[in-house]
C-alpha cells in the first residue's frame, strides 16, 4: 500500500526500477503515491557513525569537504548502515562562501568563524561570485556518489542567504543575531546587496550539485527563526525566492527548512520549494494547514527523543507518522541534525520501523 498526493491509501506495488527519479524519496517530493514512506536524517552523515569520526581523524572539516573521495565514503556510511531512503551530500553550508574568497574556518566546538565579519558595501564587493571550477571537488564528489548509488537519490544542499549572512556578519555562530538585525535595519543597502550576492553565490552551488546528478536540493536557513515574520518577508524572502525559483526549471524538488520556524511557515512555503522542512516545535497536521495543500512535508521528530527508551522513540516516531498521514506528501525526518551522541543504532530501527509502519 502506499499514500497519495492526499495521503489516503492507494496501492503501488511497483519495483521501482525507474532510477532515483522512481524512488519513493522523489516520489514524496512530488506529492506522487509512494509504496511507504520514505526517511532520511539531518546530518546522518556525522559525528554519531563511529566509522565517520575513523575517516576523519586528523583531517579539517573544510578540507573533508575538499576530498571528492573522502566525500564519498562519508556519503554513503549512513546509507550502508540506516538503510535510509536518501543520501545527502556530506559538505558544509560555509564551503561556496569559502570559495568566494571569504577568509573562514570550521573551528571544532564552535562552527564556522570570520576573520574580517561584513560590515559595509565595500566588505560585500570582496565577496566574489563563484563558477563550477571554483568547487571542481563537489561535482566531482557527486559524480563518484551517482554512480554508486544506483537507484538511491542524492540530496544536494546548500545554506540559505540569510544563515549565511549571519555568519558573515556576526563573524560566527549567534544566539541573538544582534549585530545581523542591528545591518538589517539600520544599512539596509548593505544588507540587501549582501543577500544579493549570497542569492547568487548559493544559486551557482546549487546549480553545480544538479549539473553533477544530484536528484533533489535543500536549502538550510538554519537561523531563520530568529526573525519576525515581517522582518522575514521584508529582508529575507526575497532572496530565498531567487534562489529557489532560480531552479524552477532545474528538474529536481526543492526542499526548504528552518530551525523554530513555525511563524514563518506560510511565508517559507512562498519562496518557491516544493517541500518544506518542519522542526519539532510544530505539529505536521498543524504545519500543513500553514504550509498550503500544494506543497510535500519534510519532519519531524524531535533529535533528543533519540536519547529515551525505545518504547519512547517508538510511540513518537508512530506519532510523527500519524501526524504526517494526511499531508500533501510526507518524508519523514527529524525536526533538526542528528546529535553527535546519539546511538546509530537507534537510527536505525527508526528506518526500518517508518518503513514497516507506513507500507501497512
Known sequence: MSTTTAGNAARDDRPTTGGPADSPFVRACRREPVPHTPVWFMRQAGRSLPEYREVRAGIGMLESCRRP???????????RRHHVDAAILFSDIVVPVAAAGVDLDIVPGTGPVVAE??????????????????????????????????????????????????????????????RTKALMHGAPDVWHALLARLAEITLAFLRVQI????????LFDSWAGALSEADYRRFVLPHSTAVLTGLADAGVPRIHF?????????????????????????PLDAATV???????????????????????????VRRVLAEGVNTPGHIFNLGHGVL????????????????????S
Open 211 to 218: 549539473a553533477a546528478g544530484v536528484s533533489a536540493v535543500q
Open 340 to 359: 553527535p551522541e546519539t546511538d546509530p543504532e537507534v537510527l536505525t530501527r527508526v528506518v526500518a520501523l517508518v518503513h514497516e509502519v507506513s507500507a
Open 69 to 79: 573521495e573522502l566525500v564519498r565514503e562519508i556519503t554513503l556510511q549512513p546509507v
Open 258 to 282: 528552518g530551525v523554530g520556524t513555525a511563524e514563518l511557515l506560510g511565508a517559507m512555503s512562498e519562496a518557491g520549494a516544493d517541500v518544506v522542512g518542519v522542526d519539532w516545535r510544530t
Open 117 to 178: 565579519p561584513v560590515r559595509s558595501l565595500a566588505d560585500v564587493e570582496r565577496i566574489r561570485p563563484i563558477d563550477p571550477a571554483d568547487v571542481s571537488y563537489v561535482d566531482e564528489a557527486v559524480r563518484l556518489l551517482v554512480a554508486e548509488l544506483g537507484n538511491t537519490p542524492l540530496i544536494g544542499f546548500a545554506g540559505a542567504p540569510f544563515t549565511l549572512a549571519s555568519y558573515l556578519v556576526e563573524g560566527g555562530p549567534s544566539r541573538n543575531h544582534v
Open 290 to 316: 500553514r504550509i498550503g495543500p500544494d506543497k510535500a512535508v519534510q519532519g519531524n521528530l524531535d533529535p533528543s527523543i533519540l536519547f529515551a527508551p525505545w518504547p519512547v522513540v517508538e510511540a513518537e
